[in-house]
């Protein structure tokens, strides 16, 4: 199956700080999308990014589909923004399955 | 728009019980999923519906779990009986498969989980 690798796996940063998160895989996919899982657990989406570069607010992403990569810019970090940050993908289209990285977990100290 | 509704929203029960769990998907999308996510395997796809009917559940991890979808509203994820190696919080997510610009679109949007412990 196709594998999604996720760098760093643990950010500890300044409230006010920026950071890149990345996410690797090892095939082409027709589905990407990154989520915020937060303190209490819920998913929630940020980017649906099969391509192309997308901004919403401090956050953006660009996925580069020929290089195989994404990457999730987050500026300005807020304490709000602790938690944990999935990439998943979905290998073809017709096999409407998520394949999750492992995830990066961010935390911001005040 | 009300989201991925999942019920309950934590279950405790003791080992050989059988424990039920529920979702509600987005009004009108037609794909559903449930996941498990444990601290040693992440986040793992269980099995997945489009239009009610079950399409894949090579995720399904033995005969003790099943799942159904009744009618497009309506999805179960029953263990039977449950073991402790069971607990996990469990998501189920939705999905409405179209057309944006030209391209495919497919993204899910999960519910809040059911975290499950079975003693």
């Known amino acids: 199956g196709i594998q999604v690798e996720q760098s760093p796996p643990d950010l500890i940063l300044q409230e006010g700080a920026n950071s890149t998160l990345r996410c690797n895989f090892s095939?082409?996919?027709?589905?990407l999308q990154w989520f915020h899982q937060n303190p209490w657990g819920q998913l929630i989406n940020l980017f649906y990014?099969?391509?192309g570069t997308k901004q919403n607010g401090r956050l953006s992403a660009t996925t580069v589909a020929t290089e195989r990569y994404s990457l999730l810019y987050i500026s300005s970090s807020q304490t709000t923004d602790s938690g944990v940050y999935f990439c998943?993908?979905?290998?073809?289209?017709?096999?409407?399955?998520?394949?999750f990285g492992t995830g990066t977990r961010l935390t911001i100290i005040p | 728009d009300a989201g991925v509704i999942q019920s309950p929203r934590h279950e405790v029960t003791e080992m050989g019980q059988e424990v039920t769990l529920r979702c509600k998907p987005i009004?009108?999308?037609?794909?559903l999923f449930w996941y498990r996510q444990t601290m040693m395997r992440g986040l793992e796809l269980l099995i997945y519906?489009?239009?009610?009917?079950?399409?894949?559940d090579s995720g399904m991890p033995e005969d003790r779990f099943s799942a159904k979808m009744p009618n497009a509203s309506f999805s179960t994820l029953k263990i039977q009986p449950s073991e402790p190696r069971d607990s996990a919080v469990y998501f189920c997510?939705?999905?409405?498969?179209?057309?944006?610009?030209?391209?495919?679109?497919?993204?899910?949007?999960f519910g809040p989980g059911t975290r499950l412990t079975v003693l």
């Open positions: 998943a993908v979905e290998r073809e289209f017709g096999n409407e399955k998520l394949t």
């Open positions: 009004s009108g999308h037609d794909y």
């Open positions: 997510a939705s999905s409405l498969t179209g057309l944006a610009g030209g391209n495919l679109y497919n993204e899910q949007f």
């Open positions: 519906f489009n239009n009610n009917v079950p399409i894949d």
């Open positions: 990014i099969p391509s």
């Open positions: 095939d082409s996919v027709n589905n």
